[in-house]
């Protein structure tokens, strides 16, 4: 971080000091964007399930009367991604859950977590798939709307969640 700012009167007899916890390497001083790994149990088929999915900052928003806005959505992971656990499949985006492809989520002075909300599509077990397994996907934070943003964030302080749609047949 910058050292402080002293200011003072040409005299020398007054004077104050202002801190910039924002100036330096303001990158270390942002709050980590993430969004949390979570598991979902599914419903029969025909039985959509609206969850929250929370979005937590490491540390409380603290600038004020400048809110923090970040952008996230759902994707799918591809069969053999590394995210996969070896008991899980990747979800299906329109079968298993309804993408989210695009959603703000905004903190304000004091804030540390925020929801947003995916649809989980209820399902069956079925004779082409009799043993269907837990499915992932994932939630994303893919951008940050703050003026501050080209000053404090960076592309290392977001990271994605693991969503994980429990098997229940």
Known sequence: HAGPLVVSDPTGQVSFQVEFPLLGDASACAPHVY??????????????????????????????????????RTTQVGAGSTILDPDED?????????????????????DISKTFTVEIIGDKETAADPD?????FLGEVTDIDDDLERQVFTHSTLSDGKLVILDDD
């Open 132 to 136: 269907e397994r837990d499915e992932a």
């Open 35 to 72: 969004i949390v790994d979570q598991a979902f149990r599914e419903k029969d088929e025909g039985q959509n399930t609206s969850r929250n999915v929370t979005v937590r900052l490491t540390e409380p928003w603290a600038i004020p009367d400048d809110d923090l806005t970040v952008t996230v």
């Open 90 to 110: 990747p979800a299906t985006a329109g079968v298993d859950y309804v993408t989210v492809s695009s959603r703000n989520v905004t903190f304000g002075e004091g």
